[in-house]
C-alpha cells in the first residue's frame, strides 16, 4: 500500500508534465490547472502517507527489480515529501494568475511538475544512483526555472552561476557515493547504513576511515545547495528570475543540504570531526549572511541573504547533533520564507504610499504630544533582559527531558535562544513606549508561547524522525568536543553574553553610544557593501579561466 | 601491445596532438551525413584496433591513461571559449572519447563499443541541428543571432536535450558512462578520479555557455512572425527528434544503466 502511494506521489507530477506539455496548444493557459490538480493529488497521497506512517507502519522500499530506482518511505522522505508537495502546490496556484502574461507559461508549469517530481524522487530515494540522479535534475531543472524569460540574458547569467555553484556540489555526492559503493558493493541506502553502523572503521580511504571521508563529501554537496560561505554567491543574485520560482528555490531547493546531511546521518553519527567543521561553516555562514542581510536596500536580495544566514543556522543545527531540528528549521523556514517571497510585491506597494519608518520621540513629543516615557533603572532592565529569557527556556526544555542539558548541542541552542529573547526585551525597551511593563509582559508572554511550542515540535520532531534514541544520542556525541574544553568556551561565552548586555544598556541610558568613525568603520562598510568582494573575485576568476581557454586554442590553431 | 597499435589507436580514441587530425577532418568535412559518420564511426575503428591486438589492461602503461585524461581535461577547457558549434561538438567528442581509455579495464569489448556509441549518438543529433543552424543563419556560431527560444520554439527545445544528452546529464548515456568510468578509476586511481570529475565540470559548464549563446535573447520580430520569419522544425520532424532522444534515454537506463 505505502510503496504504492510513494510510487504515485512521484509519478503525478511526472504524468502532469506530460500531459501540460501535449495538451497546451489545444487547452491554452486553462492546461495549468492539470498541473495544479496533479499536485494537489500529490499532497493529498503525501499526507495519507503521513497518516499511515503516524499510524505505526514506520519503514520500507518499494519493490524493484533492479539495483536502483528504489523508492525509500522512512519518516524523512514522508515529511519531506509532504513539505515540497505543500510548497509546490502554493507555488503553482500563485503562478496560476503571476505568470499568466508571460510567454512560455505551459512550459513554466511543465518546469514545475518536473521541479516538483525531482525533488520528491530526491528525498524518497532509496539508493545512490537515483539520489545522485534526482540531486543532479535538480540543479539542472532550476536553471531553466530561474531562465524562464529567455529573452533576458541577465536572468540566464545568474542562472549560470547557481547551475555550476550545483555542479560543483554534484561532484562531492558522486564521488561519495561510489566511495561507498566501492566499499559495500550495493547501492542500498538502508544496506549500507546497516553494515556500516556493524563496523564503521571496516574501510579506509586515503588513511581515513570511510565514514569521515564520506562525511565531508556529503557535507560539501550539501554547502553548494544550501548557499553556505563561499559557495553562496549564487543565492542572492537569483532575482531575476520570476518570483514563484525564487519562493520555491528559498522556501524548497536550498533546504535540501539539510535534507541531505539528514539521510546520511547514520554516517555522521560515525565521524569523529566532521560536524564540528559543519559547525564552523554554517555559524560563519549565518553571521555573514545576517550581516549582509542587514546592508542591502533591495527587499529580494536583502530576503536572499536573509536565506544564507537562515540555511546557516540549519547547517549550524547539523553540526550540533540536532539534525532533527535542522528538519524541522527548514520547514518552518520554507513556510515563513515562501510567504515573504510571495508576499514581496505588495510590500512593496505599500512602502510606496508609506514608509513605514517610525517616528521619533522628539515627533511624538511635539506633534502628537504623547508624554515622554518615564526612564526605566538601566540595572534592572538589563538584569530582567539576561534572567527571563534563560530562565523560560531552562523550564520549557526541562519538562520536556530532564537530561537534556547533558548534551553540548542543546547548551549551544540555549545561546542562541537566550541572545534572541534578550535581543527582543531590548528592541521593546528600545521603543521608549508609554507602558513599557505591559508591553514587555506581552512579549515576555509571545516568547514564551513561542519557546513552548518550539521545544516540544521540536522533541516531536526528534523522536518521529529518529525513532532510535541510540542513534539520537550517537549524534550528539559524534558532534561534541572534550568536556574540559566545551566548558571553558560556554563560561567565556556566558560572560561575554551578561558584559555586552550590561554595556549596552549603561552605554544606552547614559548616552555613551559609540560612535564607529574613522578608518575601520569605513573598511568595513566598504567590505560589505561590496559584499566581501566575493563576486568580483569570482567574476575574476570566470573571465581569467575563459581568457586563458581562448589564448589556448588561438595557440592550438583551433584543432 | 605494440607501442605503434597503440599509436595508432591514440589517433582514434583521441590522445593530443594525434586528436588533432580528428578536429581537423571534422572541420574540413561540411557534408553533415559524413560528419556523422566519423562521429558514430571514428572511436569504433580505436576500439577494433585495441581489441585487435592482444591487448590487456595490465599493459597499458600508466603514462598513457594520463595522457588521456590530460587530452580530455584540455579539449573541455578548450571547450569553454569555443562559439562555433561545429568546433564545440568535435571538441566535446575528443574529451569523451579519450576518456574510454580508461574504461579498458574490466570492461568488455562489445561494453566498449557501446561506451562509443552512446557517447556518439547525442552528438550525431547535434551535428544535425547545427547543419540546421547553418542552413537557417548561415553559420552555427553563439552570439551571433541568439534568441532562438523566440525565433525557433521547437529547434530551441530539441537542441536544449541534446545539448543535455551531450553533456552528460541524467538519465542520458553519457551520465551512466561517466559514472562507470569513476567507479573503475576510484579502486586503483584515485587522481584520475577527481580528473574525471573535473573534465565532467567543464563540459557542464561549456554546454550551458553553447545553450546560452544560442537561445537566450531578443529576437526580431520579422524572425517570429515577419514574411522572413525563421521555419521552425515542423510535427514530424519534432516527433522524430523527440522519439530519437526518448530511444536513447530508455536504452541509456537499460544498457549502460543497467536496469534491466
Known amino acids: 500500500m505505502m510503496s504504492k502511494l510513494i510510487i504515485l506521489i512521484i509519478s503525478l507530477p511526472l504524468l502532469s508534465a506530460l500531459l501540460t506539455h501535449l495538451l497546451a496548444g489545444k487547452l491554452g493557459r486553462c492546461v495549468a490547472r492539470i498541473s495544479v490538480t496533479a499536485t494537489l493529488l500529490s499532497v493529498l497521497l503525501s499526507a495519507s502517507l503521513l497518516w499511515l506512517s503516524l499510524s505505526g507502519d514506520l519503514v520500507g522500499e518499494s519493490i524493484s527489480t533492479s539495483p536502483w530506482s528504489v523508492l525509500f518511505y522512512d519518516p524523512l522522505s514522508i515529511l519531506m515529501a509532504l513539505v515540497i508537495g505543500v510548497i509546490s502546490l502554493i507555488v503553482h496556484i500563485y503562478s496560476l494568475r503571476y505568470m499568466a502574461e508571460e510567454a512560455g507559461y505551459a512550459r513554466f508549469f511543465v518546469l514545475l511538475d518536473l521541479m516538483t517530481a525531482s525533488l520528491i524522487l530526491m528525498v524518497a530515494a532509496g539508493d545512490l544512483l537515483t539520489l545522485v540522479i534526482a540531486w543532479h535534475l535538480v540543479g539542472v531543472l532550476l536553471y531553466f526555472l530561474l531562465g524562464q524569460d529567455t529573452r533576458n540574458p541577465s536572468a540566464y547569467r545568474y542562472a549560470f552561476w547557481t547551475f555550476i555553484t550545483y555542479r560543483i556540489g554534484d561532484l562531492p555526492l558522486v564521488l561519495a557515493a561510489v566511495l561507498l559503493f566501492q566499499a559495500y558493493d550495493t547501492l542500498s541506502l538502508p544496506v549500507i547504513f546497516e553494515q556500516l553502523s556493524q563496523n564503521p572503521t571496516a574501510h579506509e580511504v586515503f588513511g581515513l576511515a570511510l565514514p569521515e571521508v564520506i562525511g565531508i563529501l556529503i557535507a560539501l554537496a550539501a554547502f553548494a545547495r544550501s548557499a553556505q560561505f563561499l559557495l553562496h554567491t549564487w543565492l542572492p543574485y537569483t532575482m531575476e528570475g520570476p518570483t514563484p520560482v525564487s519562493a520555491l528555490m528559498h522556501a524548497g531547493i536550498v533546504n535540501a543540504g539539510g535534507f541531505l546531511i539528514n539521510r546520511f546521518a547514520p554516517i555522521f553519527a560515525n565521524t569523529s570531526d566532521v560536524l564540528q567543521w559543519v559547525f564552523i561553516v554554517g555559524f560563519i555562514s549565518a553571521i555573514i549572511g545576517s550581516i549582509l542581510m542587514l546592508a542591502q536596500n533591495d527587499i529580494k536580495k536583502s530576503l536572499g541573504y536573509s536565506t544564507m544566514g537562515q540555511m546557516g543556522f540549519m547547517v549550524m543545527e547539523c553540526g550540533i547533533g540536532a539534525f532533527s531540528l535542522a528538519i524541522y528549521h527548514l520547514i518552518v523556514h520554507g513556510v515563513f520564507k515562501g510567504t515573504l517571497f510571495l508576499s514581496a510585491g505588495t510590500i512593496i506597494n505599500k512602502a510606496r504610499k508609506s514608509d513605514g519608518v517610525p517616528k521619533d520621540d522628539l515627533y511624538k513629543f511635539v506633534v502628537e504630544k504623547q508624554p515622554a516615557s518615564t526612564p526605566k533603572s538601566w540595572l534592572l532592565m538589563a538584569l530582567i533582559t539576561l534572567v527571563v529569557p534563560i530562565a523560560i527556556l531552562i523550564i520549557s526544555h526541562l519538562f520536556v527531558s530532564a537530561d537534556y542539558f547533558q548534551k553540548q548541542g542543546a547548551i549551544i541552542l540555549l545561546f542562541f535562544g537566550w541572545i534572541t529573547g534578550a535581543q527582543l526585551i531590548f528592541a521593546t525597551y528600545r521603543t521608549h513606549a508609554q507602558n513599557l511593563w505591559r508591553l514587555l509582559l506581552i512579549n515576555v508572554f509571545s516568547f514564551t508561547v513561542v519557546i513552548i511550542g518550539y521545544t516540544f515540535i521540536s522533541h516531536a520532531f526528534d523522536v518521529y524522525l529518529y525513532p532510535d534514541a541510540a542513534l539520537r544520542e550517537q549524534l550528539y556525541a559524534a558532534a561534541s568536543i572534550e568536556k574540559i574544553r566545551f566548558d571553558i568556551i560556554a563560561v567565556i561565552t556566558t560572560l561575554i553574553i551578561v558584559a555586552s548586555w550590561l554595556f549596552t544598556y549603561y552605554a544606552e541610558r547614559s548616552g555613551k553610544i559609540i560612535r564607529y568613525k574613522g578608518r575601520i568603520w569605513i573598511t568595513f562598510y566598504a567590505l560589505i557593501s561590496r559584499e566581501f568582494y566575493m563576486t568580483d573575485l569570482y567574476t575574476l576568476l570566470t573571465r581569467t579561466i575563459l581568457s586563458a581557454s581562448n589564448k589556448l586554442n588561438v595557440w592550438l590553431r583551433w584543432n | ?260
Not at chain 2, 590530460?70 to 579539449?75: E, F, G, Q, V
Not at chain 2, 550525431?124 to 553563439?142: N, P, Q
Open chain 2, 1 to 260: 601491445m605494440p607501442d605503434i597499435t597503440l599509436i595508432l589507436a591514440g589517433l582514434f580514441l583521441p590522445l593530443f596532438p594525434l586528436s588533432m587530425v580528428f578536429n581537423a577532418v571534422f572541420d574540413r568535412i561540411q557534408h553533415v551525413a559524413l560528419r556523422c559518420l566519423l562521429l558514430i564511426g571514428w572511436p569504433q575503428i580505436g576500439l577494433a584496433i585495441i581489441h585487435s591486438s592482444d591487448f590487456t589492461a595490465s599493459s597499458l602503461p600508466t603514462w598513457f591513461i594520463i595522457w588521456a585524461l590530460a587530452t580530455s581535461l584540455l579539449y573541455a577547457f578548450r571547450m569553454l571559449s569555443l562559439r562555433a558549434v561545429g568546433q564545440w561538438n568535435s571538441f566535446l567528442a575528443t574529451s569523451m572519447w579519450a576518456t574510454l581509455w580508461l574504461s579498458s579495464s574490466n570492461t568488455s569489448q562489445e561494453m566498449q563499443q557501446l561506451y562509443a556509441f552512446g557517447i556518439s549518438a547525442p552528438l550525431v543529433l547535434l551535428a544535425f541541428l547545427s547543419a540546421g543552424l547553418e542552413k537557417r543563419f548561415g553559420a552555427a556560431y553563439t552570439g551571433l543571432y541568439g534568441g532562438l527560444a523566440q525565433s525557433l520554439p521547437r529547434f530551441t527545445g530539441l537542441l536544449v536535450f541534446i545539448v543535455l544528452a551531450a553533456i552528460a546529464t541524467p538519465v542520458f548515456p553519457g551520465f551512466f558512462i561517466m559514472l562507470k568510468l569513476i567507479i573503475n578509476s576510484s579502486a586503483t586511481m584515485p587522481l584520475a578520479t577527481l580528473a574525471l570529475l573535473g573534465i565532467w565540470l567543464l563540459w557542464s559548464w561549456a554546454g550551458v555557455k553553447l545553450l546560452q549563446g544560442l537561445i537566450v535573447g531578443t529576437a526580431s520580430q520579422s524572425e517570429v512572425t515577419g514574411v522572413n520569419a525563421l521555419k521552425d522544425f515542423n510535427l514530424i520532424t519534432s516527433w522524430s527528434y523527440a522519439l530519437l532522444l526518448i530511444a536513447l534515454i530508455v536504452s541509456s537506463i537499460y544498457l549502460t544503466g543497467g536496469l534491466s
